[in-house]
């Protein structure tokens, strides 16, 4: 298959040897997957209800009646198109819509295979589908109910949804007809079934088609019908839209630079638009999505994790996100592990806070910065009073417009820091109180971003990462508050790691736990101070012994020690943190590199860049980050699109090429 990325003269162009899809979404957590195969349960068109917090699948395929083999696949960022023999699909998802919108370059037939369920229910029985027409739509109602063949109760109606059609030739057939799909990567992954019945629905004949789904019937019907008349327009507003983004003052800065290579600049621009994707911005809810399509959740730890590159594509939603999590820091000090429903919501998170300190730390910089041109703007405006000039009218009108503007900045700039204060002691205090021993943060098992159980202890007790965050924490509230206390409780923590974690080679990840794992490059991201850059340096050649693969990645695990795994395992999680090596720990990884010496880790730097570059142009959902790869060779693994993957590629670009 040839993918082609689609930016003007920036175009790039690739024949792929495998299976590649790509994703379209309208920032209220809808979203469309579609592969050149059909190859998983979790690729179609989803509907995301923000009250309940619950992703629902409607569409498993769209298939042309003839050739339907893809031959090529474009990224246009803001759509995608596919070449099935002489015929290109195309393919737009309007924001703040629950519509697809679905071209083609000439009349056609295509049947609409149909799949309505809750993302992860594979149950099969008790589905049923009713075809019906009203107000120049085709309705499929589908409702869910419950089967004593695999349910305690039986007929009883879980949901509703309804799906809304209309096409440029107003007939249609009804298929009526069950037909099995066998799922190659669900079955690669471990994840069951690996076959499944889905409803062949609709044969539909037109070259142009919406799709709009709601728990309202009349609702769909309104939204399919405005979306049909307005195609055209609904087409350019994306474009329009996109335009704007280009000029995005981090991508104007990345595109202009004669320094970086195409590949790399599309890249960047994908793991933006991706990253984009995955924000929610609803009435009921907003947020972050740490990945789909299986995170549809408001993880706080990823969504934190990936704050910088978010506050990049929107200032505003980035500072909404990052008060709001301020608003929600519990008794203890911590935040939720996640909002929605999911098997990890009731675990403890154990290091959210601590990026949450992170961020705000970085928030509080530029805050600071703003407040020194302020001082800069006053003192220049003190000085033209004092000017020959300074009785004049219009310098009169200047000065006092100058004075409003820098006096509502400056409040501003105050009031955000009052706001950050309280919220931050409130979560120290707490994490003093409930989560301290020794000096030392503690955390339980399964509490880190290594939260997958194991053979051996599930890193519970003191880990790495989770004191370096903490040592950010003493260092934030000693500039806020100035009491003496945090910058005491800062020293004696610093002198306790160095001296429990610290061998003179590497840093421990545990508390007497010297098992190589990547954890201490995110120790240097976030407290760099804790040992000096030569003894980073040599802690950082050690651990690449243990850690480096070839290809331009990390493993989680020691490659010699008798847990990891070079193949990963999927929804079996047993390389998931032995062997598996994610996009956001590599990314982190050159960025601390690059940062400690740039020249000595040159090569390593560089494989990390190559490798997720390659990773989001021509594998897996294209322009999209995927969570992670197995350590063996480079492949898109995992979610297809994950938000801190695409949050640390970002800052990585970002960070070598100023």
Not at 144 to 159: A, C, G, V, Y
Not at 502 to 513: S, Y
């Amino acid at each position: 298959m040839e993918v082609i990325h689609n930016l003007g003269i920036l175009s790039i162009k690739k024949n792929v040897g495998e299976n590649v899809g790509f994703m379209l979404a309208n920032l209220k957590g809808s979203y469309c997957c579609f592969y050149g195969t059909y190859s998983s349960r979790y690729q179609g068109l989803f509907y995301f209800d923000d009250k309940t917090m619950e992703m629902y699948k409607f569409i498993e395929s769209i298939e042309l009646i003839g050739d339907n083999s893809v031959s090529s696949l474009k990224n246009g960022f803001y759509f995608a198109e596919r070449r099935k023999g002489d015929v290109i699909e195309s393919f737009v998802m309007p924001k703040n819509s629950s519509s697809l919108i679905y071209e083609l370059s000439g009349e056609q037939e295509i049947d609409l295979i149909l799949d309505c369920k809750l993302s992860a229910d594979n149950r099969e029985w008790g589905r049923y589908y009713n075809v019906f027409e009203e107000k120049g739509c085709i309705i499929v109602k589908f409702t869910k109910k419950t089967d004593m063949r695999e349910d305690s109760t039986n007929n009883e109606e879980e949901f509703i949804l309804h799906l809304a059609v209309k096409g440029s030739e107003g007939s249609f057939q009804k298929n009526n007809r069950w037909v099995e799909r066998s799922y190659s990567s669900d079955e690669k992954r471990n994840s069951h079934p690996f076959k499944r019945y889905v409803y062949n629905a609709l044969r539909l004949k037109g070259n142009k088609f919406v799709f709009s789904v709601s728990k309202s019937k009349n609702n769909a019907i309104e939204e399919c019908l405005k979306i049909f008349s307005g195609a055209d327009g609904a087409k350019k507003n994306e474009k329009e839209l996109f335009i704007q983004a280009l000029n995005n003052k981090s991508i104007k800065r990345i595109l202009k630079n004669d320094a970086i290579r195409n590949e790399i600049k599309i890249a960047y621009l994908g793991a933006f638009n991706s990253l984009e994707k995955l924000a929610v911005e609803n009435k009921a809810n907003f947020g972050l999505f740490a990945g789909l399509p299986w995170f549809f959740q408001f993880w706080a730890r990823d969504a934190l994790i990936s704050w910088k590159a978010l506050s990049k594509i929107s200032r505003e939603f980035s500072k909404r996100l990052l008060f709001d999590y301020l608003s929600r820091i519990n008794t203890d000090g911590r935040l939720a592990n996640l909002a929605g429903m999911h098997d990890s919501k009731n675990l403890g998170c154990a290091d959210a806070h601590g990026w949450l300190f992170f961020r705000c730390n970085e928030l509080i910089g530029e805050i600071n910065e703003n407040k020194a041109v302020i001082n800069s703007i006053k003192k220049s405006a003190h000085l033209i009073r004092q000017s020959k000039n300074a009785g004049s009218e219009r310098v009169k009108e200047y000065l006092k417009k100058i004075t409003s503007v820098m006096l509502k900045k400056e409040n501003e700039c105050h009031k955000m820091l009052y706001e950050m204060e309280g919220p931050l002691e409130k979560s120290i205090n707490g994490i003093l109180k409930f989560h301290t021993r020794d000096n030392f943060e503690i955390n339980e098992k399964l509490e880190t971003w290594m939260d997958t159980e194991a053979e051996e202890k599930e890193r519970e007790g003191i880990s790495i990462e989770i004191q370096a965050l903490r040592l950010n924490m003493h260092r934030l509230m000693f500039e806020l508050t100035q009491n003496h206390k945090y910058r005491a409780l800062e020293n004696i923590l610093k002198i306790k790691v160095r001296s429990k974690f610290w061998n003179g080679k590497i840093l421990a990840d545990g508390l007497g736990d010297f098992t190589a794992r990547p954890n201490a490059f995110i120790a240097a991201y976030a407290y760099p101070e804790l040992l000096s850059q030569k003894e980073w340096e040599g802690c950082f050649e050690n651990f690449m012994k243990n850690l480096w693969l070839e290809w331009g990645g990390l493993s989680t695990i020691d490659k010699n020690n008798r847990l990891f795994v070079d193949e990963s395992t999927g929804e079996d999680i047993k390389s998931y943190h032995r062997g598996d090596s994610w996009f956001w720990i590599n990314n982190l990884a050159a960025i601390t590199m690059n940062r400690i010496n740039k020249n000595k880790f040159k090569k390593n730097i560089q494989k990390i860049i190559d490798a997720s570059t390659e990773e989001i142009l021509w594998k897996g959902c294209i322009g999209c980050h995927a969570e992670l790869s197995s350590a063996k060779e480079l492949r898109s693994e995992g979610a297809f699109n994950q938000a801190w993957s695409n949050a640390m590629y970002i800052e990585l670009i970002d960070e070598v090429f100023r």
